[in-house]
């Protein structure tokens, strides 16, 4: 089976390839070109895994993807520093976003999804540095100053 862009797709390439004009929700395009590839590697290579593998295959491809990340950094204090490769250094944390959008594709979030429960969990995680957040655990606990 011999695969062929879907139409949006090709529009993409397009733009990426210096003509038209880019989409204005970069999120949603991210996640229809990720969408298309995983139905190509489905479609070619004839997958058929139940959410849970899905899941399982997914975080452990992230779990990878953030092993060679390490890999491209200095992070053993006892060794030499060696200079690091920000364009595969890049390259590697996009790979983490191929495997993220899946992994948020497989159950059941869209680009939309994402971003509005995003907003509501950066909204709470300030919350909880503010002290104001009602989850249990998460209070400000201000220590006094000695006089």
Not at 63 to 88: C, F, G, M, Q, T
Request: include cysteine; glycine fraction near 6%; charged fraction near 30%.
């Amino acid at each position: 089976m011999t695969y062929a862009p879907t139409p949006e797709q090709r529009e993409l390439m397009t733009i990426l390839n210096g003509g038209g004009t880019m989409p204005t929700d970069k999120l949603a395009a991210i996640f229809d070109m990720q969408y298309a590839l995983d139905q190509r590697i489905i479609d070619e290579r004839g997958v058929d895994k139940t959410t849970d593998e899905w899941v399982l295959g997914l975080t452990v491809a992230l779990e990878d993807e953030i092993a060679e990340i390490r890999s491209l950094i200095n992070w053993k204090w006892w060794k030499n520093p060696k200079a690091v490769d920000y364009d595969e250094l890049r390259g590697e944390v996009i790979d983490l976003w191929h495997f993220l959008v899946s992994l948020s594709q497989k159950v059941g979030l869209t680009a939309e999804d994402v971003y509005r429960v995003y907003c509501a969990k950066n909204a709470e995680n300030h919350a909880r540095q503010d002290g104001t957040s009602t989850k249990e655990g998460y209070e400000v606990f201000r220590s006094e100053v000695c006089e």
